[in-house]
């Protein structure tokens, strides 16, 4: 559906659910850092769905991402075996590298967002080259999804046009709270609240889209989780963090010393 549109919400589903509403639960959350000294950190959000049958990933994370992904599933009995399908926003390589770690579960990406990432030269920044190539050639356990479909149950995708030409979010309305996980069509608290986008394809498309995003917050209560920031509440035109978001890092300073906490937040 397009986030201009909710009620053009499809009434189609792909497989079963259970029937208590998805548990929703960070295993990595964004932080909103950059660096123009050592390129884009990457430190995006990756959260866990659970409904008691279908265990789902919004985005795949960054190849750094691989020891926090299995420690956060571990925290709820769970392993990669136990992932029944990972959600991608867009083609980027920190949303979308992890995907071939989970054996038994359906990767979905958007057709017209594979589309345009298949028809990029190598070396494009930020795509991926071999899992591009890797989707495509798949012809099991890879899903293709459009906007305003109801991919699994109570999850729906949501046209976010900017960041990238075909870039998806995904409306949960099947919980006890609904959220919207709009990936890097809204990166950071900065985003959601002043309209204005940094790293973007289409600086129009990008805050069209933060407006219809905004009215979807509005219109049902839910709340937002960006693409590299902890969860947002957008109430009566302002925006507040649920909690201040922290990146723990270590700097080894010099020859004696070892290594000395320089963590964020």
């Known amino acids: 559906m397009s986030a201009q549109n909710e009620g053009t919400m499809s009434t189609s589903t792909t497989g079963s659910a259970g029937s208590s509403g998805y548990v929703a639960r960070p295993l990595v ?135 990238t030409p075909h870039h998806l979010a995904f409306y949960l309305d099947r919980t006890d709270e609904k959220r919207v996980f709009a990936g890097d069509a809204v990166k950071n608290l900065y985003e959601l609240a002043s309209g204005r986008v940094d790293s973007t394809l289409d600086l129009d498309a990008s805050a069209a889209t933060i407006v219809a995003m905004r009215s979807l917050l509005t219109d049902t209560g839910a709340s937002l989780v960006p693409g590299h920031d902890v969860e947002l509440r957008w109430e009566d035109g302002e925006v507040h963090r649920r909690h201040a978001p922290r990146a723990a890092i270590g700097f080894f300073a010099d020859a004696s010393t070892g290594e000395e906490d320089r963590s964020i937040g």
Do not use: C
């Open 29 to 163: 959350e964004g932080f909103p850092g950059k660096s123009s000294s050592h390129g884009a950190f990457g430190w995006s959000s990756l959260w866990l769905l659970d409904d008691g049958v279908r265990r789902v990933l919004i985005d795949a994370g960054q190849p750094a991402y691989i020891p926090l992904i299995h420690a956060g599933l571990e925290r709820y009995g769970l392993t990669t075996d136990d992932v029944t399908d990972v959600l991608l926003t867009h083609m980027h390589w920190d949303h979308v590298s992890n995907f071939p770690m989970f054996a038994n579960a359906t990767t979905w990406v958007g057709e017209r967002e594979l589309r345009w990432a298949a028809e990029q030269p190598s070396g494009t920044p930020f795509l991926p080259d071999l899992h591009v190539q890797e989707l495509l050639r798949r012809t099991d356990r890879v899903g293709r999804m459009t906007a305003g479909q109801e991919v699994l149950p109570g999850i729906h995708a949501i046209d976010s046009a900017g960041h």
